[in-house]
Every structure is written in C-alpha cells, then in structure tokens.
C-alpha cells in the first residue's frame, strides 16, 4: 500500500498539554501537506512544507520534515478543547496532482 | 470563499443499485479527486480529474467510474453498488497553477451506506 502511516493512531491530552504527531511514508516525501477533519466533516488544510524545507510554524503548530527518513510531524502547543479532531498528513505522488494521504491521528483534548 | 458541495450528506442504497455522488465546486478550479475514507486506512483515491472530460484512476478505482463534463462537476459513480462500498466518501478539488504547493479544499463528505 502507498499509505502513509501515522502514529499515534490515537492521542489523549488534557487541554493546555502538547500534541505530537508523526507521519511516515514509504515513498519519497515531496511538499508535505497537514490537513484536519473534525468528526463527520470534510478536511480542512492547515500547514504546507516544502521539501526543501526542514520546519516550518504557524500559530501554535510546528511541522518538521526529514526527507531522508521521509517522515513528518506535527506539533499542536497548549492545546485547546476546540483541536479535537484528527489529523491527516499527505504528500504528492512523484510529478503528479495525486495526493497519498496518511491513516490519520485522532486527538481527544479533555477540557 | 472557496466551496466544495456535495450532493448528500447521507444515502442510503441498495446492493446492485445504480449510485451517483455529484460534487461541485465554485472557484475555478482545474483539479478534481474523488476519496474514500475508511477507519484506520485514512484517504484512498478513486479517481482524479485535472481537466474537462479527463480522469486517471486512483489506487481503487474498481466499482467505481466518474463523469467530468463540466469544469465545475465531478460526478463518481458506482455502477452496481455493493456493501463493501459502505463508506465515507469525499470530493475535493485544487488550482492546477502552482502544481503540488496547492492545498486540497474539500466538501463536506456522503456516507453511504449499501444495504
């Protein structure tokens, strides 16, 4: 399979608390897309590194890239009630539009 | 704002029934995906669309075919609905500028379920 893997598959944190998320591929990683879904709903894009890049922040989320380990992770800071949703990671095939998404993270914040 | 409809939330279908899912999308956009969500396997592409009447299969495209005659529609069609074709299915659709900087904007999903 293509799929990118991400572990946890599951994450429970009390609010205020770190989130960290890891996605792994076995493919090359090109542009590495961050996406979210809350329960039921579609994804929502939150952060793009590109593959020259090794991390990138935006607000309380900070993404790291190893091209060599082709791997990614996403970290939430002082997390929120509202972050409760999962987390997908997605990257291009090879010289293509067609986006390998991972297998998701779902994150419960306890308020 | 860039939206991404879909034509049902929830359906409900009979196995051997002929399924349609009309997407539509408002801004333009050349590129169009058609994803299935399954728990614990994320996003698997079905089909995929980067022009008018243009489709390439994804990595599951059997059961399914798709219709783009209108840059703004993506209609995914499964043939002969079967109950392994439960599921989560969601539209969305990217700028073709820009290549692969762009993010996906997605619809807000149809469960179906095939009874």
């Known amino acids: 399979s293509q799929q990118g893997e991400e572990d946890p598959q599951a994450l429970s944190i009390q609010e205020g608390e770190n989130a960290t998320m890891n996605c792994s591929y076995k493919t090359s990683i090109n542009n590495l897309q961050w996406y979210r879904q809350n329960s039921g709903r579609g994804l929502v894009h939150l952060i793009l590194?590109?593959?020259?890049?090794r991390e990138k922040h935006s607000g309380r989320l900070r993404v790291t890239l190893d091209t060599s380990k082709k791997s990614s992770s996403l970290l939430i800071t002082a997390s929120r009630a509202a972050d409760t949703a999962s987390y997908f990671c997605?990257?291009?095939?090879?010289?293509?539009?067609?986006?390998?998404f991972g297998t998701g993270t779902r994150l419960k914040v306890l308020a | 704002d860039v939206k991404v409809t879909q034509s049902s939330r929830y359906l409900v279908k009979r196995t051997g029934e002929k399924v349609f899912l009309e997407c539509v999308q408002d801004?333009?956009?050349?590129?169009m995906f058609w994803y299935r969500q399954d728990p614990g396997l994320g996003l698997r592409l079905i089909y995929f669309?980067?022009?008018?009447?243009?489709?390439e299969k994804g990595d599951i495209p059997e059961g399914y075919s798709v219709s783009r005659e209108k840059k703004e529609r993506f209609s995914l069609i499964l043939e002969s609905a079967s109950t392994n074709q439960t599921s989560m299915y969601l539209c969305?659709?990217?700028?073709?500028?820009?290549?692969?900087?762009?993010?996906?904007?997605f619809g807000p999903g149809t469960r179906l379920t095939v009874l």
């Open positions: 669309s980067y022009d008018v009447k243009m489709k």
């Open positions: 590194i590109r593959s020259n890049e």
């Open positions: 969305a659709s990217s700028p073709g500028q820009g290549g692969t900087y762009n993010e996906q904007f």
């Open positions: 997605a990257t291009p095939y090879s010289g293509t539009y067609k986006y390998i």
């Open positions: 801004m333009d956009h050349e590129n």
